[in-house]
């Protein structure tokens, strides 16, 4: 089976850093992404990590180390607007298999 | 801008009536995907389709059909519908060999009563 494990709730205040971490058990690995989700929203991409190592876009870093399973997204600088459902995803293959997602963490920010 | 487009943002039906929810993307992605959201489960597959008039069964079809008669379009459809497909769903598209980002349509709200 696939699993893709992430806390299903986190809180951080404006201004501070907040990790999410996702550990995966997949069938195969090819790459590591993270998508965020407003309510009501689709799901946006936000990172990709097919390598070990830290992936860094503007306020937001990924990381992935392929022999812990485990990845995890930062968000730094936080603002109320970071308020949204963050979900990490598998792609087992280099084909067609669709990806794997977790549940999804949802993230709120306070003042 | 890319773009996936699902016809409905919000539909009320009655239990055993057959619903549709259409998706069309255009980005020219062989790959497209029907997703079920709900609180606390996550995104669910359904169905996918590698190419028209393909189509590949997700972890969750039971109660669901799937059409790509065109490489744009990808409808689900609910045969009889019951409360328990009252959901969200999104569709996806990605590129042929998987590509590394899926874009989502803005989802469908179907509430069953």
């Known amino acids: 089976g696939q699993s893709l494990e992430q806390p299903s709730e986190v809180t951080a205040v404006e201004g501070a850093i907040v990790q999410i971490n996702c550990t995966y058990q997949t069938s195969g690995f090819y790459g590591l992404s993270w998508y965020q989700q407003h309510d009501g929203g689709a799901p946006t991409f936000l990172s990709y990590?097919?390598?070990?190592g830290l992936e860094e876009t503007g306020r937001f870093s990924s990381f992935l180390s392929r022999s812990d399973s485990y990845g995890y997204l930062l968000l730094q600088e936080l603002q109320m607007k970071d308020s949204a459902s963050y979900f990490c995803?598998?792609?087992?293959?280099?084909?067609?298999?669709?990806?794997?997602f977790g549940k999804g963490t949802r993230l709120s920010v306070i003042a | 801008d890319v773009k996936v487009t699902q016809s409905s943002r919000y539909l009320v039906k009655r239990t055993g009536e057959k619903v549709f929810l259409e998706c069309v993307q255009d980005?020219?992605?062989?790959?497209m995907f029907w997703y079920r959201q709900d609180p606390g489960l996550g995104l669910r597959l359904i169905y996918f389709?590698?190419?028209?008039?393909?189509?590949e069964k997700g972890d969750i079809p039971e109660g669901y059909s799937v059409s790509r008669e065109k490489k744009e379009r990808f409808s689900l459809i609910l045969e009889s519908a019951s409360t328990n497909q009252t959901s969200m769903y999104l569709c996806?598209?990605?590129?042929?060999?998987?590509?590394?980002?899926?874009?989502f349509g803005e989802g469908s709200w179907l509430t069953v009563v």
């Open positions: 996806a598209s990605i590129l042929a060999g998987g590509g590394n980002t899926i874009y």
């Open positions: 389709s590698y190419d028209v008039k393909m189509k």
């Open positions: 990590n097919a390598l070990d």
């Open positions: 995803a598998v792609r087992v293959n280099s084909g067609n298999t669709p990806l794997v």
């Open positions: 980005m020219d992605h062989e790959n």
